[in-house]
């Protein structure tokens, strides 16, 4: 309980939304937000968290490494192909994670707006932007590669909720704080992000943002009355509109992988097919690092959102348990140094971020496993893609930055 | 209340977290446990099926050699030509279109269509293309880079090398190389192998993986065949059976069979109207063809094909049943003997017919034949004879001889298609059903049921197991199997056997089957002519000849039988069957190592042997001539004979002439084959000698005073040199049944 109250001291002091202060703590967090530098390294940052993250990154390179192999000899007549890019992109993230863990995330309040209302130009600047397969997702950065507009609208969303739910904290049973401003605030991302159309982003970003308000003190009724509203909704779509029957051919595949009923959805079928093939492949041991037959063209971008489909066949059971339990503990450490944060605003900002890479990772292997529909979302660390790894080992950087406020255990 | 909310927020940050972590990470192990752990065998093997490209080696299809191991049928290379789309752009689908047309002659727009198919790796082009289409291809790849667009795989091809030879016990494949009929389908299994393959781990295009993963296993080539049939015997049995065809206008094709009497291995099996096995699907019969090819009707057309096809390709062997006639005699009489009924000089009275049920049954002899022995009935072939043998026999003692000689069951010959008897059986047999089928009408029976009791009768009462297959031989040579040359069963004891021979010795020589009498060789037989009944207000015959030689020893049976002849030398088995079965012994016998023993009466008719005389002076070899009792006559003003005609050691008949030239002028001269047919022994000549040339007499001359020449060996009008052989078969203008 000691905790609480450290981190019920740790009310931020200064806040857009004209914040109320706790007075009791009054005079030390003055004194705090004096010592405020743009970078700062009062306390140490939690190891077990940074190595962890290390662990998985190197993992994941290699695996990416092995997975992309043949796919980047076929495509691109040179093996190292993805990896070299990969490998630079991750120095660069590391670094930047290092750089940002010892900036101070308060100032992140100021930026919560701005970035959010960034995000969103991104979202429609990249609907202008050329379909790609009939969607609009990427922004191209010329040589280096493209990204996608949601990974920013994601940190945006949980930096904005944490922004807002910190400075209301004790308001939130109320509708006026506690629900009316994030609805407007995710059904106008949600809406953005439909308009891609980018369905798995938008459930991320929803599920997150729910996530947030939960834990943020959100009357359970209003959960009630949304997943009610939201549930309809979904129904409608599915039952009365033209646009969404795609789905339904995806239930069906989905139920029946290795349908044979008609060409097309052999063809739909195809990625989680191979995805299963190579799982089941794998076994108990798995068939050695570098040794899937799968990646040999037969599941599709393998360096990509089905990576662990590769990492199960070469690694077998036994590997892919071990790195399920690396990101357990990747969760559990980042959530647990995040609630002995020193204030709300770092607790709800780290838990964010960290629930945020566990959602990720538990859609995507439960795409690759076929545990849920195929949708795409990329397995952080492992997945393919320069732009996404940044991003996420700098928002592992603010995890990082509230660590070192955190009371926990740091070694 | 600050404190309850921050409660509350580590409260539901706890839930979340253990929701994520129990509930979602729980799910995933639990769906990894299922797909790793329980499914991970099954879908590991549907994983390596995607991956491996299995080939199939084909295995070489066995030979199929004579008795003396000349092949008959042999498997050779050949190539299927395999597209695989996958791998071609369209310019390259163009290339490969247009070049491929002209080397195969397919229409490039076809081929094209093939080519489209963007997701296959394997389309049969063409199958079986020879070695010279192949290189045309290799060149064709080589000149336009390509590699694994083309693709020629090993296949074999069957080849018959003498073509339409008998191909009804040879049979034919089909593409897959598959027999479909004859031995070819009898003995699939043995001749087939066993189909190797070649499995290659491959990518998802369907190139290689980085690493090596190749396991062929081998084919194994299929057994061998080595049938009982002689090429030569076939060959001569084909030759004359053709010629029978021919002359006699046969409807229904014809076939015949020769057997060895001990063993029971078919030396020959011929059917006539058949096909030929390198394109068993081509009508061979040129004027039916003829006539298939105008209807327009297409359905009919291919209806009518599809008839033709399947009557050239049965064999009237072992499928057809026919009334046997006359031939059957030599059963009811084996029979009569064998239970002490009748001995040869039993004596019957024949009236001319018999009335049974108010029903008259005619002899083919409408007066009958007065008194006469029942070995006599024999060599008539007297029906009434024969009708009052059954009745002696009676229906329990005939059906018992019936059954004991085979004809109650299949022969069990190793050819497909042997079709069953059909019989009057013991208790439905009436009075006149047993005159008729005693004298070999009603009842119904296969050719190859018939010369196999014929074999009974004559190898002293063993009913012998038809086969055409001797030996099965490995793909290295060893044998693998003889097959058995055991007899089934006694039917009648040695003596009746012996007697029989006698009997059928003295029809073939002055009885109803003389036609057949060769010289020296001893030869038993039994014609047989037979009305078609089952044909409503037609009259149509089967004539047939079955006989066997040499009596006293016998080794080689044979049975000859059109169905509707309708030729000029009328329907009898005599004069339709029996040239047939003269013709095809006088080659076989000698062939076969049958050593002639000839009576006085014989040796004084038959030929000797022409002196030589080249080198020496004209009156030398005059002289030289004139002591073997042949006349000499000169052409040329030489004082030496340069050649002769016939040459040293040919054969000349009895005062005969021996033709000497004695310049390079005169030994050009030749003469004009006259006509030698439809004359008497004296007739012939008087016409040969006028002609300048030799006739060598065969057939039914030698015994008989009114033969009638009914066929030359070489053709009127040919031009041969003066003082040639030319052999003119007699049979008797009246013979009959």
Known sequence: ????????????????????????????????????????????????????????????????????????????????????????????????????????????????????????????????????????????????????????????????????????????????????????????????????????????????????????????????????????????????????????TRIIGWL??????????????????????????????????????????????????????????????????????????????GISLSLRAKDKFGMLLGIGLVVQVGLQVVLNLAVATNTIPNTGISLPFFSYGGTSLIILLAEMGVVLSISRTSSIEKT | MAKGTTIRLWRRTVLTLLLLVIGGFGTIIFSLVRLQLIDGPSLQMRAVDQYLKDTPLTAKRGTIYDCNMKPLAESATVWDVILAPAYMDSKKQDIIASGLSKILGMKKEDILKRCKNKKSYYEILKKKVESDTRSQILKFKNDNKLTNEIRLVEDYKRYYRYGAFASTVLGFTGTDNQGLAGVEAEYDNELTGTDGRLVEAKNAVGTDMPFQYEQEVQAKDGNSLVLTIDEVVQHYLEKNLEEGLADN?????????????????????????????????????????????????????????????????????????????????????????????????TPFNCPGYLTFNGRKVHDWKRGGFGHLTFAQGVCKSSNVVFMQVGQKLGTNLFSKYFSAFGFAGKTGIDLPGESRSIFCSESSMTALDLAEVSIGQTNKITPIQMITACCAVANGGYLVQPHVVSKILDSDGNIVKTISTEPKRQVVSAETSRRMCKILQEDATTGTAKSGYIAGYRVAGKTGTSQKTELKGKSEHISSYCGFAPADDPQVAMLVFYDEPHGPNGYYGSQVAGPTFLKTMTEVLPYLGVEPKYTDEELQKLDGVSPEVVGKTVAEAKNAITKEGLTAVVYGSGPKVISQVPGPGKNIPKEGTVVLFTDSKSSAKTVSVPKLKGLTLAQANRTAAAAGLNISIAGAALTSSNAVSTTQDIAEGTKVAPGTVVTVTFSESNQVA
């Open chain 1, 256 to 333: 029946d992988p290795f349908t044979t009923a008609s060409k097309e959805l052999f063809q739909k079928t195809w990625q989680t097919r191979n995805s299963l093939y190579a799982i089941g492949s794998g076994g108990l041991l798995g068939l050695g690092l570098g040794q899937s037959r799968q990646k040999y063209l037969w599941l599709p971008e393998p360096q990509n959102d089905f990576i662990f489909a590769i990492v199960c066949e070469e690694l077998g059971f036994i590997g892919a348990l071990i790195i399920i339990i690396l990101f357990a503990m990747l969760i559990w450490r």
């Open chain 1, 1 to 248: 309980m000691r905790d609480v109250s450290t981190a019920e001291r740790a009310v931020p002091a200064r806040g857009a939304g004209g914040a109320r202060q706790t007075g009791r703590n009054q005079p030390k967090t003055r004194r705090v937000r004096k010592k405020f530098r743009v970078f700062s390294a009062r306390g140490g940052m939690d190891l077990p968290f940074l190595f962890l993250i290390l662990v998985l990154l190197v993992i994941g390179l290699i695996m990416m490494f092995s997975a992309s192999y043949a796919y980047a000899y076929y495509h691109y007549n040179d093996s190292y192909y993805f990896i070299k890019k990969q490998g630079v992109f991750a120095a660069v993230g590391v670094t930047l994670m290092i750089a940002i863990s010892y900036f101070d995330y308060h100032h992140l309040h100021k930026f919560a707006i701005p970035i959010l209302l960034f995000s969103y130009m991104l979202l429609v600047l990249v609907r202008l932007m050329p379909s790609k397969t009939g969607v609009h997702r990427w922004i191209s950065l010329g040589p280096l590669g493209q990204f996608q507009p949601s990974e920013i609208a994601k940190f945006a969303i949980v930096l904005v909720f944490a922004h807002l739910i910190s400075l209301n904290f004790s308001r939130m049973g109320t509708f006026r704080y506690g629900v009316l401003p994030y609805i407007l605030i995710l059904g106008v991302t949600a809406l953005l992000l439909i308009w891609e159309p980018h369905v798995s982003a938008t459930v991320i970003i929803v599920l997150l943002g729910c996530i947030m308000l939960f834990i943020g003190g959100v009357k359970l009724r209003w959960f009630a009355a949304a997943f009610g509203l939201i549930g309809a909704g979904i129904l409608y779509l599915v039952r009365f509109t033209k646009e969404f029957s795609y789905a339904n």
């Open chain 2, 249 to 345: 206008n046969v409807q229904n094709r014809c076939c015949a069979i020769v057997m060895n009497v001990k063993t029971g291995a078919i030396l020959g099996m011929a059917v006539k109207g058949d096909f030929d096995p390198n394109n068993p699907f081509v009508i061979a019969d040129k004027t039916k063809a003829a006539e298939i090819e105008k209807i327009t009707d297409s359905a009919a057309k291919t209806e009518a094909k599809k008839n033709a096809q399947l009557e050239q390709w049965r064999n009237k062997c072992v499928s057809d049943t026919y009334y046997p006639g006359s031939v059957f005699k030599m059963i009811t009489a084996s029979a009569a003997l064998e239970e002490n009924l009748v001995s040869e000089s």
